[in-house]
């Protein structure tokens, strides 16, 4: 898969985990036939078969009941046994953020913690435009693919809307698919 394309899919992964659909984001996703059917031939169908408005309440709904209230997509609080969302420097994935040097600035985010999907899947986004498939690869393998798959493997069941359910399944294997690729290239240009 090219980079451009990756650079979208991380991009729309950011912004879908980071808040519910708002208007603008709502309208773009229902015009985008494409990406709703990559998503999902349900999705799709779901889609066109609704009106924004119900469209926006189900989603709405569906987004904070599986992310705000029952789960949390953070990643210190899916992998640490207690619960625990670690922040600072204590925290392993905003250490790679600083040795990889980037800049989180979670004052002016409606997220908190460095660790939740959202600012991962941006930071994704910003390794590939940065071009640096080391660190792409070591950031999945530690990081994204292993807790994020999971968590939305469980957290799959719970959606009420064809969106969320194929949101799950095109994530993981999305996930999969890259870090697998990159691995197999990293080892490629290793072998030489």
Known sequence: MDDKTRLYIYAFLSRVFTEELDDKALKDLAQNEALLATIGEETLAWFQANDT??????????????????????????????????????????????????????????LYVPDHAGIEFGFMQSLVSQQDRKAQAEFLHRHLVQWIVPF????????????????????????????????GELEGADAR
């Open 53 to 110: 408005d119900v469209l926006k309440e189900e989603l709405n709904v569906d987004y904070n009941s599986l992310f705000v209230i029952h789960n949390h997509p953070i990643e210190s609080s899916v992998m640490d046994s207690k619960n625990e969302i670690l922040v600072g420097l204590q925290n392993p994935v905003m250490q790679f953020y600083f040795s990889h040097g980037y800049d989180l600035n979670l004052e002016g985010s409606k």
């Open 152 to 183: 939305l493997v469980a957290v799959k069941p719970m959606a009420q809307t064809p969106f969320y359910r194929d949101l799950c399944d095109f994530a993981v294997e999305f996930l999969l698919s890259d870090y697998s690729e990159l691995s």
